[in-house]
């Protein structure tokens, strides 16, 4: 990293997956006067916060993980409540990995608490213990690991994740940071950015790629829940014309290593 460089602050992105039949994936568009990519389709996600990182998660959440990961996985189901309406979480009477999620009726009933979560005049930790529940962390699908560039004025430090939505919940936008939401097949999604339909940032868009390789929620839940993730930090290069570029390792397994860096909008606004 550069000298003068800003500091990654770990963030978490989630990819709610469903079948309608085919395997969609809920993307949201970040409201144009949001300072980060304005305008985007984007996934939920967003920076982790310090409470993201307490010790009552120990006794709050399901699965076994600790210090940045634990944060970043409370922050990615944080980021989906609070943007889509979506909750990933169980009653803590029946608890237990693989046990069922929330229906609609429990995600409705804490809807008037997304806001106040959001704007951090609420407390998750407190919402999931009022209410009796747990955080299904262990049905997050670790999927990437993306660093912003060092020449980028804000840089965040990103686990994406893929995890099956509760059949029965339904999305809706907060308003706030997003103004729509869509389910898309990675591929729709692709095609929108490429007619000039959508705006789609350098890295949703890999993930969206890579994410077309699938036909199912379950095949892409089997895939990547087996596959190691391989951190991607954008180098600024040239390509094999030496046109000014970025580079990405090619044992990401995304489905380019270079994009050019006029192509690559600035989507920080300083």
Partial sequence: MSQNAAEPKLSATILLLRDAPDLQVLMVKRHYEIDFAAGALVFPGGKTHEEDAVEDWNELTDGD?????????????REAFE???VLLARPKSKRGEGQALVGADIAQNLEPHRGPIDRREASFVELLRDNGLVLALDTLVHFGHWITPDMMPKRFDTHFY??????????????????????????????????GEATIIF???????KLAECQSVPTAINRFKSEGVVTVLPLVGKDERGNPCLHI??????????????????????
């Avoid at 890295?203 to 790629?209: A, F, S, V």
């Avoid at 994009?259 to 600035?266: G, Q, Y």
């Fill in 65 to 77: 993980f600790e210090g940045a990961e634990l944060a970043a996985r409370v922050a990615a189901i």
């Fill in 83 to 85: 943007e889509s309406g």
């Fill in 162 to 195: 893929l995890a099956p939505t509760p059949p029965e919940q339904l999305a809706s936008h907060d308003g706030r940071e997003t103004t729509e939401t869509a389910w898309l097949s990675p591929q729709l999604a692709l095609d929108m950015a490429d007619a």
């Fill in 203 to 209: 890295p949703t868009r890999m993930n969206l790629g």
């Fill in 249 to 270: 390792p090619a044992e990401a397994g995304y489905m380019q290593t270079t994009e050019p860096l006029e192509r690559v909008a600035n989507v920080a606004k300083r």
